[in-house]
């Protein structure tokens, strides 16, 4: 047996040997040939022109390139701005270099240059760049804003980086007035900042916030001491901007120290907010050496003199509330939304102020102060189709013209056949909703729109030109011939529609109506129609107005959304008209009529 084994282990070894004296299978070198170019490089990441946005202040950034040589590569280096942060000298495939995955994580703002310079064996080079920025999170987009808080997924000023400290629970709502993010208050919730940055000879914030009254007092921004031994507040350093109860209102005062003392601003009911109101208001304060400034949805509603401001003591900047340093009168957490939180270091504009909230909403600010409580549209018709509350002027379809008289001021609007105006519903379409107008009849069509905001009917076999959707927004029309005309209003509802008619007592005869004060409102459970102040028709509407896609106002037709029933352009007058956030009452109806006589 051992024998037998030997043999073959003798004969296994004569093959390899005779193997290899014929030369199966070896090895041989291969003349590379000449090396007839450079080394080629491709740089996927960063791109040329990439701007690198982060939320820090030195960012991280991968580097993606590949270097190839049609003989050999040598050595491939890589550097930032001049200054070399990787080289390499030995490659697993001595012609190729695949990186995918080199990293750099002190990159801050500014331009920078990323060049890879790559060397053959044989002393050819090839360079290439690419130039990129590293931009802040957010660049300044006003003169001495030194704090932009989104509240974007979290409390960052984007501008100083820094994270604001967390009292309690508040978060972050996905319904913001912009981006994706606001600040969501909670009891014994709010945010602190450090101050220092902010003690400036002057200073401004400027921000939106969506009203909780309760409670129904609370701190919004405060720089103040601390208190005093028996927990009082000291008014004499800093400010405090709160609010606090009035009536069925909540109303914003602003108090500053001076030093030697403290100055009130207190607008009284200019100053008041609707606690029942569902949209966003734009805030605003400003505090120079001599003058501080209250400001709601662009208007000033309060202002006064200053002897200064002082910051002694003040040890921290509070968000959402008054605590801790002013808790002494109850100011504490703000439960509301708040967002685009802006602090400037010196005293901004109205025109500033009417500018930023302009940029965060689309909404356009005038100086037209409200004349009436709610009033949030008026449209006088004095030579121009422009609303005041936001200088903005309808778009004019056909040939409507001006009347030549009015019920009030000058001039008032003189339809024509397939004429009539609109105007964007952006800010119009509040939980309640009132109108009030001058009207002189012309019966002449029969059927008239006189105000529609209905959705578009893109279901109707016959849209765009035939619409009629009636399940949201709202249509005042008129009916009948040269010597009975009735007023209805169809209000959308949702789910269905509610109508309001008043048969006789809503009809009058036109011939000799002259002008004929006329008003709407719709609250949340009741539509209501008056002529010259007294009520003509009513109904219960159940559930609320819905506004779902109600985006576009008429005036003077139905027409391009209330048109089935041919009630299209009116020829009639109309002047000085208004819309108001509420529902108004009778009494303050018959105040708008008599402020007009």
Known sequence: MKNIFKIGLAAFFGVILYSCDEGIDALTEIDPGTDASAPTITINSPTEGLAVKVNEELATITIDFEAQDDIELGSVNVSLNGTEIRSYTSFKDYRRLVIDDLTYNQLGDGDHVLTIVANDLYGKSTTETVNFTKEPAYISKYPGEILYMPFEGGYVDLLSFEEASKNGSPSISEEALAGNGAYAGAEDAYLTLDPERFKNSE????????????????????????????????????????RESAANKQRFKLNVGTGAG???????????VDTNTNEWI?????????????????????QGTLDGLDWTDVNVLSIMSGAPN???????????LMDEL??????????EVQQIIQDDSG?????????????????????????????????????????????????????????????????????????????????????????????????NADFPEIQNLRTSGFRFF??????????????????????????????????????????FTISSDTAIIY?????????????????SGCDLLSIASGAPRFTQWNHLADSSFIDELRFYNKALSQEEIMEVRNTDL
């Open 203 to 242: 200073i401004s914030a400027i921000f939106w916030l969506k009203l909780n009254a309760v409670p129904d007092r609370a701190g919004l921004l405060a720089m103040s001491s601390p208190l005093n031994e028996t927990g009082g507040n000291v008014l004499t350093n800093g400010f405090r901007f709160f």
């Open 262 to 272: 403290n100055s009130w601003f207190d607008g009284g009911e200019a100053a008041d």
């Open 282 to 302: 734009n805030l605003a304060f400003t505090i120079s050496g001599t003058e501080a400034v209250v400001y709601i949805d662009g208007q000033v509603v309060s």
């Open 326 to 336: 002013f808790s002494g009168w109850n100011h504490l957490s703000d439960q509301s």
């Open 342 to 351: 802006r602090i400037f270091d010196r005293a901004i504009t109205q025109e």
């Open 363 to 459: 909404i356009v600010v005038s100086d037209y102060p409200p004349t009436f409580d709610g009033e949030m549209f008026y449209m006088p018709f004095e030579g121009d189709y422009t609303n005041l509350f936001t200088s903005t002027e309808a778009e004019v379809v056909g040939t409507p013209s001006f009347a030549g008289e009015s019920a009030a001021g000058d001039d008032a609007y003189a339809g024509a056949a397939d004429s009539y105006l609109t105007y964007p519903a952006n800010g119009l379409t509040t939980d309640e909703f009132s109108a009030t107008f001058w009207y002189k009849v012309n019966p002449e069509p029969g059927n008239a729109g006189i105000l529609v905001m209905s959705p578009e009917d893109s279901e």
């Open 478 to 519: 008129r009916e009948g011939d040269a010597t009975r005309q009735i007023f209805k209003l169809n209000v959308g509802t949702g789910e269905g529609e509610t109508w309001v008619d008043g048969g006789d007592a809503a009809a009058f005869d036109p011939t000799d109506a002259g002008w004929v004060h006329m008003a």
């Open 531 to 547: 002529f010259d102040g007294e009520p003509v028709a009513q109904n219960a509407l159940g559930v609320g107005i819905d506004w």
